[in-house]
């Protein structure tokens, strides 16, 4: 496909320009002549221009969908002609990688590393993917896209390792862990056909600020913010016993091995804590109430939340949520177990349940720990 800088200028749209605009307020954060553009930032500009999905919020391999091409959005400040840049955090592994060294490692590097490439894949529809990059250099942007291939794991070779980290090739990349981030980078190296877009950073972006907002006194004001508890919650896919983080054998994930009945293998789950009722006692629709419940490949589900003191977020029919959580999402076969060992190899153990204004809701997972996250913010 074509470069996203030779599409903007095919379109005459917003893309070049914006990163133009932001780069040279760059004065706001720094004195150097390098342009300065928060992640974030360079990934919701992207997304607004080309009409992409925004994928950041739940942290997964890709940062944006543009028709089912899965994007890994990079910016990052290179003088030369290569760097190093993360491209996956390992911190809910790293009990189990310290017991690997060497090739060993760079094997179980691979085989995490594409677990969660191939989990993305699952979750949205991703058919292909590339990184698209945004290089800064003193005065200028250099955009270009590169590969986004998963490890090749049969083909790891030149390990070497020292007491920081270790480095290993595939054949198509150059990777590096650190051992104390639990942190594995890639080489990004930068091409001579890359797009050179050229940036004068303003002198005084403060005077600039005040001439915009005193000529435009009728902004209009942000109403798609995220508010806790108002239009989003987190809820965990777990429980906690003895601070240590479990999934129940025989209820939530894992219902359909409760105790009693005979039950179908789709009869699953997600719990919804107490404390989140008591803090937002309206999130949710009254118990037993159907509402419309969108994954993320659009697909809509009936929904309800029930059980004693609504503890449950269950579909209708419930063979629904269990066919895309437990095997599409987390590809457990009829009759295996979830378990928290597989969230954390997959880096995710919390959903995010998105509410608009009609009263319809949105599903989505979300990083390890995002749960304990929200919740320590609750009070």
Not at 58 to 70: E, Q
Not at 90 to 113: Q, T, V, W
Not at 258 to 265: L, P
Request: proline share 3%.
């Amino acid at each position: 496909m074509k470069s996203f800088a030779e599409i903007d200028i095919e379109q005459k749209g917003t893309y070049l320009k914006l990163l133009s605009a932001v780069s040279k307020l760059s004065g706001l954060f720094s004195d150097k002549a390098v342009p300065f553009i928060n992640y974030r930032v360079a990934e919701n500009i992207f997304c607004r221009s080309f009409e992409a999905g925004n994928l950041s919020r739940s942290d997964t391999a890709f940062d944006a969908n543009y028709n089912s091409v899965g994007i890994g959005l990079k910016t990052f400040v290179c003088n030369g002609n290569s760097s190093y840049e993360k491209v996956a955090e390992f911190n809910s592994l790293a009990r189990i990688l310290k017991d690997f060294k060497g090739k060993e490692l760079a094997l179980k590097l691979g085989e995490f590393r594409n677990d969660r490439i191939n989990l993305a894949n699952r979750i949205y529809d991703i058919e292909n993917s590339l990184y698209h990059i945004v290089a800064r250099r003193e005065k200028e942007l250099l955009l270009y896209e590169t590969d986004y291939n998963i490890i090749d794991v049969a083909n790891i070779h030149s390990v070497k390792e020292n007491k920081a980290g270790l480095q290993f090739e595939d054949g198509n990349n150059l990777y590096s862990f650190n051992y104390s981030k639990s942190t594995l980078f890639r080489k990004f190296i930068i091409p001579q056909s890359a797009f050179h877009l050229p940036i004068d950073i303003i002198e005084d972006p403060y005077s600039l600020l005040l001439e915009l907002f005193e000529e435009n006194k009728d902004l209009k004001k942000a109403k798609d913010k995220l508010i806790k508890g108002e239009n989003y919650v987190v809820l965990p896919l777990y429980s906690i016993r003895k601070k240590e983080k479990f999934i129940f054998e025989r209820s939530g994930l894992n219902q359909w091995y409760a105790n009693g009945r005979k039950r179908d293998f789709g009869e699953i789950y997600i719990p919804i804590p107490a404390e989140l009722h008591r803090k937002y006692p309206d999130f949710f629709p009254k118990r037993d109430q159907d509402f419309n419940l969108q994954i993320p490949t659009g697909e809509i589900f009936s929904a309800k939340v029930c059980q004693e003191n609504s503890k449950a977020l269950m579909t209708n029919p419930n063979k629904a949520l269990s066919d895309w959580l437990l095997r599409r999402v987390l590809q457990l076969k009829e009759g295996e177990l979830a378990t928290i060992e597989k969230l954390d190899k997959l880096g995710f153990d919390s959903v995010i349940i998105l509410r608009d204004g009609n009263g319809n809701f949105k599903i989505d997972i979300m990083k390890t720990d995002s749960y304990a996250e929200f919740n320590n913010e609750l009070g």
